[in-house]
Protein backbone atom coordinates (compact mmCIF):
# COMPACT_ATOMS: atom_id res chain seq x y z
CA UNK A 1 0.00 0.00 0.00
CA UNK A 2 3.17 2.56 0.42
CA UNK A 3 4.20 1.56 -2.45
CA UNK A 4 1.24 2.56 -4.52
CA UNK A 5 0.56 5.56 -2.56
CA UNK A 6 4.27 6.68 -3.28
CA UNK A 7 3.43 6.35 -7.18
CA UNK A 8 0.32 7.90 -6.95
CA UNK A 9 1.92 10.82 -5.10
CA UNK A 10 4.72 11.18 -7.38
CA UNK A 11 2.08 11.07 -10.28
CA UNK A 12 0.64 13.52 -8.28
CA UNK A 13 3.39 16.29 -8.09
CA UNK A 14 4.37 15.08 -12.25
CA UNK A 15 0.81 16.47 -13.28
CA UNK A 16 1.00 19.25 -11.14
CA UNK A 17 4.58 20.23 -13.02
CA UNK A 18 2.86 19.54 -16.05
CA UNK A 19 0.06 21.44 -15.86
CA UNK A 20 1.62 23.80 -14.20
CA UNK A 21 3.31 24.20 -17.55
CA UNK A 22 0.54 24.28 -19.66
CA UNK A 23 -0.36 27.08 -17.96
CA UNK A 24 2.72 29.07 -17.84
CA UNK A 25 2.93 28.60 -21.26
CA UNK A 26 -0.58 29.64 -22.13
CA UNK A 27 0.33 33.03 -20.27
CA UNK A 28 3.55 33.34 -21.89
CA UNK A 29 2.21 35.89 -24.35
CA UNK A 30 -0.39 37.15 -22.26
CA UNK A 31 0.79 40.88 -23.32
CA UNK A 32 0.61 41.01 -27.07
CA UNK A 33 3.28 43.03 -29.18
CA UNK A 34 2.19 44.58 -32.59
CA UNK A 35 4.63 46.10 -35.42
CA UNK A 36 2.75 48.30 -36.91
CA UNK A 37 3.45 49.04 -40.86
CA UNK A 38 2.17 51.86 -42.72
CA UNK A 39 1.61 51.29 -46.24
CA UNK A 40 1.96 54.46 -47.99
CA UNK A 41 1.11 53.46 -51.24
CA UNK A 42 -1.61 50.46 -50.74
CA UNK A 43 -3.76 53.39 -47.83
CA UNK A 44 -3.56 50.84 -44.72
CA UNK A 45 -1.38 49.28 -42.23
CA UNK A 46 -0.47 45.57 -42.10
CA UNK A 47 -0.30 44.42 -38.38
CA UNK A 48 2.06 41.80 -37.26
CA UNK A 49 2.29 40.08 -34.26
CA UNK A 50 5.30 39.32 -33.27
CA UNK A 51 5.50 36.54 -31.49
CA UNK A 52 4.72 34.70 -34.69
CA UNK A 53 5.69 36.69 -37.07
CA UNK A 54 2.53 36.35 -38.83
CA UNK A 55 0.60 39.51 -40.17
CA UNK A 56 -2.89 39.03 -38.48
CA UNK A 57 -4.93 41.94 -39.86
CA UNK A 58 -4.75 45.25 -42.42
CA UNK A 59 -6.58 47.80 -41.46
CA UNK A 60 -7.33 50.42 -43.98
CA UNK A 61 -6.56 54.37 -42.85
CA UNK A 62 -6.34 57.17 -44.58
CA UNK A 63 -4.70 58.59 -47.84
CA UNK A 64 -0.90 57.67 -48.19
CA UNK A 65 0.02 57.02 -44.40
CA UNK A 66 3.45 57.28 -43.84
CA UNK A 67 4.04 58.34 -39.97
CA UNK A 68 3.35 56.72 -36.92
CA UNK A 69 3.06 56.58 -32.98
CA UNK A 70 1.43 54.79 -30.22
CA UNK A 71 0.09 55.58 -26.84
CA UNK A 72 0.32 52.26 -24.76
CA UNK A 73 -2.11 54.12 -21.97
CA UNK A 74 -4.59 54.28 -24.08
CA UNK A 75 -3.82 51.52 -26.49
CA UNK A 76 -4.12 53.78 -29.57
CA UNK A 77 -1.88 54.46 -32.28
CA UNK A 78 -1.81 57.30 -34.57
CA UNK A 79 -1.07 57.84 -38.56
CA UNK A 80 -0.54 60.43 -40.21
CA UNK A 81 -2.28 60.48 -44.01
CA UNK A 82 0.06 63.52 -45.81
CA UNK A 83 -2.49 63.09 -48.69
CA UNK A 84 -5.47 62.88 -46.67
CA UNK A 85 -4.54 65.90 -44.22
CA UNK A 86 -5.33 63.68 -41.36
CA UNK A 87 -4.49 61.71 -38.54
CA UNK A 88 -6.04 57.47 -38.23
CA UNK A 89 -6.51 56.89 -35.14
CA UNK A 90 -5.89 52.95 -34.68
CA UNK A 91 -8.01 50.98 -31.18
CA UNK A 92 -5.21 48.50 -30.45
CA UNK A 93 -7.64 45.99 -28.87
CA UNK A 94 -9.94 45.90 -31.44
CA UNK A 95 -7.29 46.78 -34.38
CA UNK A 96 -9.56 49.08 -35.91
CA UNK A 97 -9.74 52.43 -37.18
CA UNK A 98 -11.56 54.52 -34.76
CA UNK A 99 -11.77 58.53 -36.41
CA UNK A 100 -9.51 60.78 -37.89
CA UNK A 101 -8.46 63.96 -37.08
CA UNK A 102 -8.23 67.17 -39.18
CA UNK A 103 -4.48 68.50 -39.84
CA UNK A 104 -2.53 71.13 -41.40
CA UNK A 105 -1.96 70.07 -45.59
CA UNK A 106 1.46 68.27 -44.64
CA UNK A 107 0.92 65.87 -41.39
CA UNK A 108 4.17 63.19 -42.13
CA UNK A 109 6.28 63.07 -38.39
CA UNK A 110 4.27 62.29 -35.21
CA UNK A 111 5.02 61.68 -31.87
CA UNK A 112 2.78 61.31 -28.08
CA UNK A 113 3.42 61.88 -24.62
CA UNK A 114 3.55 58.65 -22.32
CA UNK A 115 0.26 59.95 -20.65
CA UNK A 116 -1.58 59.90 -23.96
CA UNK A 117 -2.51 63.39 -23.50
CA UNK A 118 -0.95 65.20 -26.96
CA UNK A 119 0.34 64.46 -30.24
CA UNK A 120 2.58 66.32 -31.57
CA UNK A 121 2.49 66.60 -35.70
CA UNK A 122 5.03 67.91 -37.82
CA UNK A 123 3.61 69.73 -40.85
CA UNK A 124 5.79 69.58 -43.87
CA UNK A 125 4.43 72.19 -45.74
CA UNK A 126 3.31 74.62 -42.98
CA UNK A 127 6.81 74.20 -40.86
CA UNK A 128 4.99 74.54 -37.75
CA UNK A 129 4.27 71.57 -35.23
CA UNK A 130 0.69 70.75 -33.84
CA UNK A 131 0.01 69.86 -30.28
CA UNK A 132 -3.40 68.03 -30.39
CA UNK A 133 -5.65 66.84 -27.78
CA UNK A 134 -6.09 63.20 -29.11
CA UNK A 135 -9.19 62.52 -27.46
CA UNK A 136 -10.91 65.47 -28.20
CA UNK A 137 -9.29 66.44 -31.56
CA UNK A 138 -8.15 70.30 -30.59
CA UNK A 139 -5.61 71.96 -31.33
CA UNK A 140 -3.90 72.88 -27.99
CA UNK A 141 -0.66 75.00 -29.67
CA UNK A 142 1.26 75.65 -33.00
CA UNK A 143 5.28 75.91 -32.77
CA UNK A 144 6.71 77.72 -35.69
CA UNK A 145 9.90 75.43 -36.72
CA UNK A 146 12.08 75.01 -39.56
CA UNK A 147 11.97 74.47 -43.23
CA UNK A 148 10.28 70.90 -43.82
CA UNK A 149 9.74 68.98 -40.17
CA UNK A 150 9.64 65.68 -40.06
CA UNK A 151 11.02 63.41 -37.27
CA UNK A 152 10.66 64.26 -33.70
CA UNK A 153 11.45 62.88 -30.60
CA UNK A 154 10.36 63.84 -27.15
CA UNK A 155 12.48 63.79 -23.86
CA UNK A 156 9.66 64.44 -21.45
CA UNK A 157 11.99 64.02 -17.87
CA UNK A 158 13.22 67.46 -19.55
CA UNK A 159 9.96 68.19 -21.15
CA UNK A 160 11.60 68.93 -24.37
CA UNK A 161 10.77 68.13 -28.10
CA UNK A 162 13.51 67.89 -30.48
CA UNK A 163 12.19 68.53 -34.26
CA UNK A 164 14.47 67.63 -37.33
CA UNK A 165 14.09 70.55 -39.93
CA UNK A 166 14.80 68.80 -43.21
CA UNK A 167 15.37 71.83 -45.34
CA UNK A 168 17.13 74.15 -43.06
CA UNK A 169 19.78 71.11 -41.67
CA UNK A 170 18.34 72.31 -38.13
CA UNK A 171 17.54 70.34 -35.16
CA UNK A 172 14.77 72.06 -32.78
CA UNK A 173 14.85 72.06 -29.27
CA UNK A 174 10.90 73.34 -27.84
CA UNK A 175 10.57 74.09 -24.30
CA UNK A 176 7.51 71.77 -24.01
CA UNK A 177 7.10 73.77 -20.18
CA UNK A 178 7.51 77.29 -21.66
CA UNK A 179 6.17 77.20 -24.99
CA UNK A 180 9.37 78.36 -26.06
CA UNK A 181 11.92 77.38 -28.69
CA UNK A 182 15.39 76.65 -26.51
CA UNK A 183 17.89 76.51 -29.28
CA UNK A 184 18.32 75.88 -33.08
CA UNK A 185 20.97 73.53 -33.68
CA UNK A 186 22.69 72.90 -36.86
CA UNK A 187 23.64 69.44 -38.00
CA UNK A 188 24.43 67.50 -41.57
CA UNK A 189 22.12 67.85 -44.75
CA UNK A 190 18.44 67.07 -44.56
CA UNK A 191 18.35 65.66 -41.70
CA UNK A 192 15.10 63.03 -41.43
CA UNK A 193 14.81 60.86 -38.58
CA UNK A 194 15.69 61.11 -35.12
CA UNK A 195 16.41 58.72 -32.47
CA UNK A 196 16.93 59.42 -28.04
CA UNK A 197 18.96 57.47 -25.80
CA UNK A 198 17.22 56.09 -22.96
CA UNK A 199 18.24 57.96 -20.89
CA UNK A 200 18.34 61.11 -23.10
CA UNK A 201 21.86 62.50 -22.77
CA UNK A 202 21.75 61.97 -26.74
CA UNK A 203 19.88 63.00 -29.70
CA UNK A 204 20.93 61.60 -32.68
CA UNK A 205 19.91 63.16 -36.02
CA UNK A 206 19.91 60.80 -38.84
CA UNK A 207 20.81 63.52 -42.07
CA UNK A 208 19.98 62.10 -45.30
CA UNK A 209 22.10 64.12 -48.09
CA UNK A 210 25.32 64.22 -45.96
CA UNK A 211 25.80 60.29 -45.07
CA UNK A 212 26.01 61.15 -41.72
CA UNK A 213 24.80 61.33 -37.86
CA UNK A 214 25.17 64.19 -35.88
CA UNK A 215 25.44 63.53 -32.20
CA UNK A 216 23.33 66.03 -29.90
CA UNK A 217 24.51 66.28 -25.87
CA UNK A 218 21.49 67.13 -24.57
CA UNK A 219 22.70 69.03 -21.44
CA UNK A 220 24.78 71.30 -23.32
CA UNK A 221 22.86 71.52 -26.68
CA UNK A 222 25.48 71.65 -28.67
CA UNK A 223 27.04 69.06 -31.62
CA UNK A 224 29.41 66.23 -29.73
CA UNK A 225 30.48 64.43 -33.50
CA UNK A 226 29.23 63.13 -36.60
CA UNK A 227 29.44 60.06 -37.58
CA UNK A 228 29.88 58.85 -41.30
CA UNK A 229 27.37 56.21 -41.64
CA UNK A 230 26.09 54.34 -45.34
CA UNK A 231 24.44 56.17 -48.15
CA UNK A 232 21.78 58.20 -47.91
CA UNK A 233 20.66 57.06 -44.11
CA UNK A 234 16.42 57.32 -43.31
CA UNK A 235 15.84 56.93 -39.96
CA UNK A 236 17.60 55.41 -36.72
CA UNK A 237 16.95 53.18 -33.19
CA UNK A 238 18.88 52.96 -29.70
CA UNK A 239 18.59 49.76 -28.33
CA UNK A 240 17.17 49.41 -24.99
CA UNK A 241 20.31 49.78 -23.34
CA UNK A 242 21.42 52.57 -24.71
CA UNK A 243 24.61 50.82 -26.07
CA UNK A 244 24.02 50.42 -30.00
CA UNK A 245 22.70 52.91 -32.50
CA UNK A 246 20.67 51.06 -35.70
CA UNK A 247 20.86 53.14 -38.55
CA UNK A 248 18.89 52.44 -41.67
CA UNK A 249 20.90 53.45 -44.85
CA UNK A 250 18.20 53.75 -48.16
CA UNK A 251 20.91 53.41 -51.12
CA UNK A 252 22.91 49.93 -50.06
CA UNK A 253 19.73 48.55 -47.94
CA UNK A 254 21.85 48.41 -45.26
CA UNK A 255 21.75 48.72 -41.06
CA UNK A 256 24.82 50.36 -39.54
CA UNK A 257 25.43 49.43 -36.01
CA UNK A 258 27.27 52.33 -34.36
CA UNK A 259 28.61 51.55 -30.59
CA UNK A 260 27.35 54.68 -28.53
CA UNK A 261 30.42 54.95 -26.27
CA UNK A 262 33.08 55.16 -28.71
CA UNK A 263 30.83 56.34 -31.36
CA UNK A 264 31.98 54.09 -34.24
CA UNK A 265 30.51 51.70 -36.69
CA UNK A 266 30.96 48.10 -34.96
CA UNK A 267 28.81 46.10 -38.48
CA UNK A 268 26.69 46.65 -41.21
CA UNK A 269 23.80 44.28 -41.55
CA UNK A 270 22.90 43.69 -45.40
CA UNK A 271 18.72 43.79 -45.36
CA UNK A 272 16.55 44.38 -48.09
CA UNK A 273 15.62 47.18 -50.78
CA UNK A 274 15.53 50.41 -49.47
CA UNK A 275 15.00 50.70 -45.96
CA UNK A 276 12.96 53.22 -44.07
CA UNK A 277 11.16 53.09 -40.51
CA UNK A 278 13.31 50.88 -37.85
CA UNK A 279 11.93 50.12 -34.28
CA UNK A 280 13.00 47.28 -31.63
CA UNK A 281 10.93 45.16 -30.03
CA UNK A 282 10.05 45.81 -26.35
CA UNK A 283 12.32 43.15 -24.81
CA UNK A 284 15.02 44.74 -27.11
CA UNK A 285 15.88 41.03 -28.74
CA UNK A 286 14.44 42.12 -32.35
CA UNK A 287 14.89 45.26 -34.71
CA UNK A 288 12.37 45.79 -37.50
CA UNK A 289 13.06 47.90 -40.44
CA UNK A 290 10.85 48.47 -43.11
CA UNK A 291 12.08 48.10 -46.74
CA UNK A 292 9.93 50.44 -48.86
CA UNK A 293 11.66 49.37 -52.21
CA UNK A 294 10.42 45.70 -51.47
CA UNK A 295 7.48 45.66 -49.66
CA UNK A 296 9.13 43.55 -46.81
CA UNK A 297 10.00 44.12 -43.55
CA UNK A 298 13.72 42.88 -42.54
CA UNK A 299 13.71 41.04 -38.65
CA UNK A 300 17.01 41.25 -37.32
CA UNK A 301 18.15 39.25 -34.29
CA UNK A 302 20.16 42.04 -31.72
CA UNK A 303 22.16 39.41 -30.23
CA UNK A 304 23.61 37.66 -33.16
CA UNK A 305 22.98 41.32 -36.08
CA UNK A 306 21.72 38.56 -38.55
CA UNK A 307 18.55 38.83 -40.58
CA UNK A 308 15.73 36.26 -39.02
CA UNK A 309 13.36 36.81 -41.10
CA UNK A 310 11.32 38.66 -44.05
CA UNK A 311 8.08 39.47 -43.98
CA UNK A 312 5.91 40.44 -47.07
CA UNK A 313 3.90 43.28 -46.14
CA UNK A 314 2.12 45.53 -48.53
CA UNK A 315 2.80 48.60 -51.25
CA UNK A 316 4.84 51.24 -50.06
CA UNK A 317 5.90 50.25 -46.53
CA UNK A 318 7.51 53.25 -44.19
CA UNK A 319 6.32 53.13 -40.89
CA UNK A 320 8.14 56.62 -39.38
CA UNK A 321 8.04 56.53 -35.95
CA UNK A 322 7.80 54.22 -33.14
CA UNK A 323 5.58 51.32 -34.67
CA UNK A 324 6.38 48.53 -32.04
CA UNK A 325 4.13 48.50 -29.12
CA UNK A 326 2.62 46.49 -26.34
CA UNK A 327 -0.76 45.64 -25.94
CA UNK A 328 -2.30 43.90 -22.83
Known amino acids: MMFKSAIKATLLRVAFFLCSGLILSGCAHATKEYALITNQLSNNV ?12 TIPVGKSPAGITVSPKHDLAFVTNPDGQDISVIDLKSLTETRRIKTGPGPVGIVATQDGNHVYVADWYKDNIRDINPITGDVLDIFDVGQSPAGMVLDESKHRLYVANRDDNTVAVIDLASHKILKTIMVGTAPFGLAITPDGSKVYSVNVQSSDVTVIDTDKLTVQTTIAVGPWPYCAVVSNAGDKLYVVNQDDATISVV ?8 NTIQIEDTPEGIDISADGKLIYAVNWGDNTVSVIDSKTEKVINSITVNKGPRSFGQFITEVK
Open 46 to 57: SVIDTHTQQIIK
Open 259 to 266: DTASNKIT
